[in-house]
């Protein structure tokens, strides 16, 4: 079996997740290119999860820091500056967890999506196969009903603003991002935070998305984000790739072959120091 050398990969990290000091992200403008750059991204760095995110792009390999005036959280200005900009698209997406996806990569999520023929009535299927909730539902015919509202605002719409709905609509806004019918593209000065993300529908928001994905069809689209999620991390198992993307282990399977029959991943490697074979870009073999 091929052997993958510890320092290489760290070092190929090293580059893609940004840690070098001199390359440290300064500006929201080099974020965005470092966004478009990996692809995909974590907003913040998730725990038992490797992927590039801007925190550590920014700050350093360091956790996140409690402390409002860190110099890292300059990063949470830079995303709700940028939130109406659509230079990305930001929402809970990979692992339900705030994601960061360049545009170049969002018609390759959305064709993996359960996004089909017509938003204004898909959802409507989804509910009667059970696939929606009724809270799901009823955020999302708010923002149908109304345009872009404030979390504040939405919760009132769809009739869930009574404290023990709280954790009903929160899960509601979980799902409706990560299945692509909903996007934070704002921030507003309400509730007693005076801070409330806006958020739109993800058809109405990005109107060339339905379009753009379309074509694509969903072996291809695995295989493309696969192949980005490979260029970042270098070297990966296959329970890692999976537990990020959720795929059907069958599918993730198929995936997998067709990278290894074109070359562009090498099975079967062997870190350095380490008996667990993973999949590795075949230029670092």
Same mark, same amino acid.
């Given at each position: 079996?091929?052997?993958?050398? @510890?320092?290489?990969?760290?070092?190929? =990290?090293?580059?893609?997740?940004?840690?070098?000091?001199?390359?440290?992200?300064?500006?929201?403008?080099?974020?965005?290119?470092?966004?478009?750059?990996?692809?995909?991204?974590?907003?913040?760095?998730?725990?038992?999860?490797?992927?590039?995110?801007?925190?550590?792009?920014?700050?350093?390999?360091?956790?996140?820091?409690? &402390?409002?005036?860190?110099?890292?959280?300059?990063?949470?200005?830079? @995303?709700?500056?940028?939130?109406? @900009? =659509?230079?990305?698209?930001?929402?809970?997406?990979?692992?339900?967890?705030?994601?960061?996806?360049?545009?170049?990569?969002?018609?390759?999520?959305?064709?993996?999506?359960?996004?089909?023929?017509?938003?204004?009535?898909?959802?409507?299927?989804?509910?009667?196969?059970?696939?929606?909730?009724?809270?799901?539902?009823?955020?999302?015919?708010?923002?149908? @009903?109304?345009?872009?509202?404030?979390?504040?605002?939405?919760?009132?719409?769809?009739?869930?603003?009574?404290?023990?709905?709280?954790?009903?609509?929160?899960?509601?806004?979980?799902?409706?991002?990560?299945?692509?019918?909903?996007?934070?593209?704002?921030?507003?000065?309400?509730?007693?935070?005076?801070?409330?993300?806006?958020?739109?529908?993800?058809?109405?928001?990005?109107?060339?998305?339905?379009?753009?994905?379309?074509?694509?069809?969903?072996?291809?689209?695995?295989?493309?984000?696969?192949?980005?999620?490979?260029?970042?991390?270098? %070297?990966?198992? =296959?329970?890692?790739?999976?537990?990020?993307?959720?795929?059907?282990?069958?599918?993730?399977?198929?995936?997998?072959?067709?990278?290894?029959?074109?070359?562009?991943?090498?099975?079967?490697?062997?870190? &350095?120091?380490?008996?667990?074979?993973? %999949?590795?870009?075949?230029?670092?073999?």
């Amino acid at each position: 079996m091929p052997i993958l050398a @510890k320092q290489r990969l760290t070092d190929y =990290r090293r580059d893609t997740f940004r840690l070098d000091p001199a390359r440290r992200l300064r500006s929201k403008e080099e974020a965005v290119q470092f966004a478009n750059e990996r692809g995909f991204i974590f907003f913040w760095p998730i725990k038992g999860v490797m992927l590039p995110n801007l925190w550590t792009a920014v700050a350093g390999d360091r956790p996140v820091a409690d &402390e409002h005036d860190d110099p890292g959280h300059i990063t949470w200005g830079w @995303k709700d500056n940028l939130l109406d @900009k =659509r230079v990305w698209y930001y929402a809970r997406i990979l692992r339900r967890r705030n994601s960061i996806l360049s545009l170049d990569m969002l018609p390759f999520f959305y064709a993996l999506s359960p996004n089909y023929g017509d938003p204004d009535e898909d959802y409507l299927l989804q509910y009667e196969q059970g696939l929606m909730t009724q809270e799901s539902k009823l955020v999302y015919e708010a923002l149908l @009903k109304e345009g872009p509202l404030d979390s504040i605002s939405l919760r009132r719409a769809a009739r869930l603003a009574s404290p023990e709905n709280a954790s009903r609509f929160n899960r509601a806004l979980d799902s409706l991002q990560f299945e692509f019918k909903v996007l934070p593209t704002g921030v507003a000065e309400a509730g007693a935070w005076r801070y409330a993300f806006i958020y739109d529908l993800t058809h109405r928001y990005y109107p060339n998305l339905v379009e753009q994905a379309g074509p694509i069809s969903e072996p291809a689209a695995r295989q493309q984000l696969l192949t980005v999620y490979y260029r970042s991390l270098g %070297a990966a198992s =296959r329970q890692e790739a999976g537990n990020l993307f959720g795929w059907r282990p069958e599918d993730l399977e198929r995936t997998f072959k067709v990278l290894f029959d074109h070359n562009i991943l090498v099975d079967q490697v062997v870190l &350095e120091n380490s008996t667990v074979p993973v %999949a590795a870009l075949a230029e670092l073999i």
